[in-house]
């Protein structure tokens, strides 16, 4: 069965690998450019959306340097509630019943303290959430290029605010020649306050670096993983084991992580048993929705209707939620997915 956009726009989704710096509505960056005095690449929202998409990326950092634009207008505290409340509502217009979406406090300072650089993002997600009924939490990020010593300052916001909407820790930013195993001590200090972790590996580098984020750090899922296959041993022990792979389709293409879809390993982990959950890394940079990551899977990926219900399936299991809740989200997401044909 050929299934549609509308089709997929309809079902329950969950997304668990979105970066709120990557989100922001072109209207809503244009607006908060032009009371802050920041200067943008468009003065249009047509115009700033194609400027700040990063179809023709020559490697991770080029597509990681367009952050500069959206970082410089999130350095005040109303910025940043509302670009989460929004991002909030357009999860829900995806028809996402739940959503992890994360970002590095450490951006937004000194400009905000670490508190409200962690307290206007859960205001913006929460008021999202009683607005929507989308549930929304937070992970927080430290950066493979910033010093350890604040991955670590990270991580221990990220404890502090545990059980109030933040749910995890991660390792983001330009993975070749910035290896997690530096930035240890900040997993080791969110893992021993019973904090879960993930962190972005096999990305734009190779499978040595998932090595490092599973063996050293301990992440319990693996942001992208994409280049896992080069490595069989480790590919099979991770599928093995179950460590769920948080991959981002379009976003591979964009950084030439593959050089196009349909040779996306995503289908082979799958088909190996793996736990693929598809996500869009970012709405604004990949101009993409987890509508457009599912139709995708389906039309280059041959992904089924019953398959694309087990992606879905899969991100709730994969929830950084307390048991009890990932299981009331699993089966609120069973019944409504039953419930369309
Ligand atoms: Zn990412």
């Known amino acids: 069965m050929t299934l549609t956009r509308a089709h997929i726009h309809q079902l329950p989704k969950v997304e668990l690998h979105v970066h709120l710096d990557g989100c922001i509505r072109p209207s809503t960056m244009l607006e908060l450019g032009q009371g802050q005095g920041v200067s943008l690449p468009a003065s249009g929202p047509e115009a700033l959306a194609k400027a700040m998409l990063v179809a023709h990326a020559d490697s991770l950092e080029e597509y990681l340097d367009r952050y500069r634009f959206t970082v410089a207008v999130m350095q005040t505290a109303a910025a940043l509630e509302r670009i989460a409340y929004e991002f909030v509502v ?3 217009a995806e028809n996402t019943r739940y959503v992890e979406v994360r970002y590095c406090p450490a951006l937004h300072m000194p400009a905000l303290s670490l508190t409200q650089a962690v307290e206007a993002p859960l205001a913006g997600i929460r008021r999202g959430e009683a607005e929507t009924g989308t549930m929304a939490r937070l992970i927080v990020c430290g950066l493979r290029t910033l010093d350890p010593s604040v991955s670590l300052d990270m991580a221990r916001a990220a404890v502090d605010y545990k059980g109030d909407g933040v ?7 330009s993975e070749f020649g ?9 997993f080791e200090f969110a893992l021993g306050h019973d904090l879960p972790c993930t962190c972005h590996a ?3 580098d190779g499978p040595d670096s998932i090595r490092q984020a599973v063996h050293v ?8 993983g994409t280049r896992l296959r080069e490595d069989p041993d480790l590919e099979k022990e991770l599928i093995e084991n179950g460590v769920p792979l948080e991959i981002c389709l379009t976003s591979n293409r964009h950084t030439h992580t593959v050089v196009d879809i349909a040779q996306h390993p995503a289908r082979r982990y799958f088909d190996l048993g793996g736990v693929v959950t598809l996500n869009t890394d970012s709405r604004l940079m990949d101009a993409t929705t987890i509508t457009d990551e599912l139709l995708i899977a389906h039309e280059q990926l041959a992904f089924t209707r019953k398959e694309i219900d087990t992606l879905i399936l899969n991100a709730a299991d994969s929830a950084f939620l307390p048991q009890g809740e990932r299981q009331a989200l699993r089966a609120s997401l069973l019944t409504e997915l039953e419930a369309i044909s």
């Open 178 to 186: 910035h290896p997690a195993v530096d930035h240890a001590p900040a």
């Open 167 to 173: 749910v995890a820790f991660d390792l983001a930013g």
């Open 202 to 204: 096999g990305e734009g």
């Open 90 to 92: 357009d999860s829900a």
């Open 217 to 224: 750090c301990g992440a319990h899922r693996i942001g992208h």
